[in-house]
């Protein structure tokens, strides 16, 4: 397996070498000392250890519309935005990640084995985001498409102005936003969530207690009386 | 009944209170809402119009009209080594959006700048295929609400533009009504087709200054620094936003002052907020000055930008080049009476204009979707009025026309580029524009709110 030292090369050195490795190739990239946008706008199907923390933007605008791209594992904690505008491929991180992680993300797996703060999938276009610990405040907020699956609990605000994606929350939810709304957990959904529990090896959690939030869509259209909805 | 009053003159028209605001109040009684429309301020403003040059004479003298040279090449965003976008022309067309407006209408806007050398922007709906192959020199615009964004189009892009406001609306974001979000637009926004689309005005996976500067890293890693990157701010406190886009790592900034355009938002925004565009160049030229940036990072400023004339006053208050949105779309054949199909047939199309509820001349109905002559419109019998061949030349005259205006100016002021106008070239008709503009009052060297009284 080849080794990019990111301290020796830096992160636009260590970028360019990853651009130019062919498909299916493995590489570790070390020394990463939690610096921002390592491994972005990766869309070759190769498989990246980032050897411990980074900072904001991880993996970011990575993948191919087919979803296919990079297979990323972070050993560390990530900053700001992990894998932001994701089009395909995964990234999996071994600690917690900070604010707005797999905000945009259109498609692809972002997995996350410790917690994830505020806004965790924000804005979300079609990925799956999965978290084993809790999500912070306004997680899923505006999310369009796509499921977001948090193994712990859900912070405030949860799914403010959802419109299509879906949240399964395995633990306690402190509020749900404008137009989110709890709904029964279907048996599509938890085939879904079963699946997704053998993706990610969270398995503490049970498919069947999980609760499903999803869009009321009363605010889909504009209506004066929805002021206070907001 | 006669009376002793009926010679009295009538009572005077009521200055808070005229028979418009007493409609506006009555629709809002009505309605419970407020209104959503398109395009810009329609509030006199202060503007380019309050300035006029003062050409050559005995003590300056002028260019031959049309003998000698003058230079409209424009060179945007080389400031990291990127390539930068070689304009043969100062005047670039500004984002808008597929789903604002029609696919047709986005490709003869990209096919007439191709054809005189200048560029187009995309919009808060994707890159489509249509647009990329018809635009030589296409930016890609990073919004907030990040519909359709793309990596991959993202590496075929020539230029970014990270979108933080808009003229017409800094802080909000854009609405996009439910009779415009057909099946492709709702797939390329991967929003269910039919619903009020709400913009994100803030964007997702950063906030403040020195997110932006890492965003703007990341952009450049994902692209290996070879294109320019763009920042586009709404005209309000221009002077820290443009300083604070730059120390970001902005190549180009773009100001929209706040005569620019919209497809749709609220009027109450259009008219209540930000700053007009004529104040706006000269602080954000000011702010570059300021920094030792002139120059080396451009600046582009939008925003009620329609003649020659225009462009040369932005680019004698430190503009490097302009950017049109409005004026495009009227090439195009907004606001026209009638529009002329590929077959040659001229369709009179008032009727439509009167049963939007407004008139040819006057129409900012765009959000409706029902535009008379095809371009504001995802409706496909609406659509096909937009013959492509004939507003694709349409444009192409316009731009070369204004072209012609700002170089006969520039000539006259005694110039062989029109880079080299100046504000010394300018003075103003009011105060406000004196004040605003920074240049002397016409007939004296005032230039109010410089130095002591």
Same mark, same amino acid.
């Given at each position: ?64 519309? !087919? ?47 410790? !917690? ?115 | @009944? ?19 605001? @007493? ?149 909000? %974001? %854009? ?96 008219? $209540? ?30 925003? %009620? ?56 001349? $006057? ?40 072209? @012609? ?8 002021? %005694? ?20 004040? @605003? ?17």
């Amino acid at each position: 397996m080849e080794t990019l030292n990111c301290e020796v090369l830096g992160v636009r050195e260590v970028n360019r070498a990853l651009r130019r490795l062919p498909a299916r190739s493995q590489v570790r990239v070390t020394n990463t000392y939690g610096k921002h946008n390592i491994a972005v706008g990766l869309d070759k199907e190769i498989s990246i250890t980032l050897g411990g923390n980074t900072g904001y933007f991880t993996g970011g605008l990575g993948g191919s519309s !087919d979803g296919t791209g990079p297979d990323i594992v972070v050993d560390g904690f990530v900053g700001w935005s992990l894998a932001e505008n994701l089009m395909g491929g995964s990234v999996r991180v071994k600690g917690s990640a900070s604010q707005s992680a797999a905000s945009s993300a259109r498609g692809g797996t972002i997995i996350i084995e410790g !917690d994830a703060s505020l806004r965790a999938g924000i804005s979300l276009k079609g990925a799956t985001l999965a978290v084993a610990g809790n999500v912070g405040a306004m997680s899923g907020f505006m999310a369009q498409a796509g499921t977001i699956l948090v193994g712990g609990n859900a912070g405030a605000g949860l799914g403010d102005s959802l419109y299509e994606a879906v949240i399964y929350v395995a633990g306690s939810i402190v509020s749900l936003g404008a137009d989110a709304q709890v709904e029964e957990l279907s048996s599509d959904d938890i085939l879904a969530i079963k699946r997704l529990v053998e993706i990610t090896g969270f398995d503490h959690i049970d498919p069947h207690r999980v609760t499903r939030v999803a869009s009321a869509r009363r605010l889909y259209h504009f209506s004066a009386q929805n002021h206070g909805s907001y | @009944m006669p009376n002793d009053h009926n010679d009295a003159p009538p009572a005077p028209t009521s200055y808070s209170f005229p028979p418009a605001e @007493m409609d506006r109040i009555h629709a809002l009684a009505d309605t419970g809402t407020y209104q959503i429309r398109g395009l810009g301020a329609r509030r006199k403003l202060p503007s380019f119009d309050d300035l006029v040059f003062l050409t050559s004479s005995v003590s300056r003298y002028p260019l031959e009209g049309y003998r000698e040279r003058c230079d409209t090449r424009t060179e945007l965003g080389a400031r990291h080594g990127a390539a930068p976008l070689e304009l043969a022309i100062p005047i670039t067309i500004a984002g808008m959006s597929f789903g604002a407006l029609s696919s047709a209408a986005k490709e003869a806007l990209g096919r007439a700048a191709s054809e005189v050398g200048t560029s187009t922007t995309t919009g808060d709906g994707g890159m489509t295929p249509e647009e990329r192959k018809a635009s030589s020199k296409l930016v890609y615009q990073v919004l907030p609400s990040r519909y359709g964004f793309d990596p991959a189009d993202l590496r075929q892009a020539d230029a970014i533009e990270i979108v933080i406001g808009q003229g017409a609306k800094p802080g909000g %974001g %854009g609405l996009l009504l439910g009779q415009k979000v057909n099946a492709r637009v709702a797939a390329l926004r991967t929003l269910p087709p039919g619903i009020d689309q709400r913009s994100a005005s803030r964007h997702p996976d950063w906030v403040g200054p020195d997110d932006l500067r890492i965003k703007m890293e990341e952009l450049r890693e994902a692209t290996d620094w070879s294109i320019p990157i763009y920042v586009k701010i709404g005209a309000t406190r221009v002077e820290h936003d443009v300083k604070l886009a730059v120390a970001a790592g902005a190549d180009v900034v773009v100001v929209d002052g706040m005569q620019g355009g919209t497809a749709a938002t609220q009027d109450v925004f259009i008219e $209540n907020a930000g700053i007009p565009t004529l104040p706006a160049v000269r602080l954000a030229a000011k702010a570059l000055r300021d920094i030792g940036m002139e120059r080396q990072v451009q600046l582009v400023v939008s925003g %009620g930008i329609r003649s020659g004339a225009d462009v040369a006053k932005a680019l004698a208050l430190g503009a490097d080049a302009v950017s049109i949105g409005v004026a495009a779309l009227v090439a195009l054949g907004c606001n026209r009476p009638s529009c002329a199909g590929s077959n040659g047939e001229v369709r009179d199309v008032r009727e439509d204009y009167i049963a939007l509820g407004t008139t040819a001349g $006057n129409c900012s109905h765009c959000h409706t979707g029902m535009c008379p002559v095809g371009i504001a419109t995802q409706e496909p019998h609406l659509e096909e009025r937009l013959d492509i061949e004939r507003a694709t030349q349409a444009v192409v005259n316009y731009l070369r026309a204004t072209t @012609m205006e700002l170089t006969a100016l520039t000539r006259a002021c %005694g110039k062989s580029s029109v880079h080299h106008l100046e504000p010394d070239d300018l003075v103003a008709l009011t105060i406000e524009a004196a004040a @605003m503009a920074k240049v002397p009052l016409a007939g004296t060297n005032w230039i109010p709110g410089s130095g002591a009284l």
